[in-house]
């Protein structure tokens, strides 16, 4: 559902999310996944981002935000499953003894699950999707993450290529993400050195 409008240039900036951000976050994500029966809604997106608060971030712009990008440390060749919430699956996984100290600190993990990325319709084609990539590029090697993932849905496994992902379609995924999904994965690029 793409449109030829022209927007004026707009100076947007990355940062991390606010509080005050998750309305129009939930606003994006309903527009771009619910047409596709994909959408999580604001409480599961929160969950995400409450994994890993330094690895998630949006694209700030005067009236409010342009995009997000969530990503959280998930063990490889594993995805979120779009229906369960992040304390619910560690929740489940923890046993019975340990539920009631359970924190929503993630477990230890080498990979960096890309879970969201969304750009606004009035802003793409400026090359936004890839400068949120960038700056999860350079968020992940200051962390010391080797690997990211992802489950390309909808037909963007071509764009997930370009950028240097591979396809690995032996790895089952959560029946939540319909039956095009593809799970992702890259090596974090060693970054600049001197």
């Known amino acids: 559902m793409s449109h030829d409008v022209h927007v004026p240039h707009v100076d947007v900036r990355i940062r991390p999310i606010a509080d005050d951000d998750w309305g129009g ?10 047409p596709l029966g994909l959408s999580e809604g604001r409480a599961v997106l929160e969950s995400r981002a409450r ?22 440390p998930y063990p490889a060749f594993q995805s979120p499953d779009l229906a369960q919430p992040e304390e619910e699956r560690d929740l489940a996984a923890a046993r019975p ?24 319709d009035g802003f793409r084609g400026r090359g936004l999707a890839r400068r949120l990539l960038r700056h999860l590029t350079t968020a992940a090697r200051a962390q010391t993450y080797e690997r990211i993932s992802l489950v390309a849905v909808a037909g963007s496994e071509t764009f997930w290529a370009a950028q240097g992902y591979r396809a690995h379609r032996e790895i089952p995924l959560p029946g939540s993400y319909g039956t095009d999904a593809v799970y992702m994965s890259a090596a974090v690029p060693e970054g600049r050195r001197g």
């Open 25 to 34: 976050i939930a606003e994006l994500e309903a527009e771009v996944y619910g």
């Open 51 to 72: 994994a890993s608060p330094s690895t998630c971030f949006v694209l700030d712009c005067a009236g409010g935000p342009a995009g997000y990008l969530l990503t959280l």
């Open 97 to 120: 003894q340990e539920a009631a100290s359970l924190t929503t600190a993630p477990p230890p993990s080498g990979n960096l699950h890309l879970h969201d990325l969304v750009v606004a």
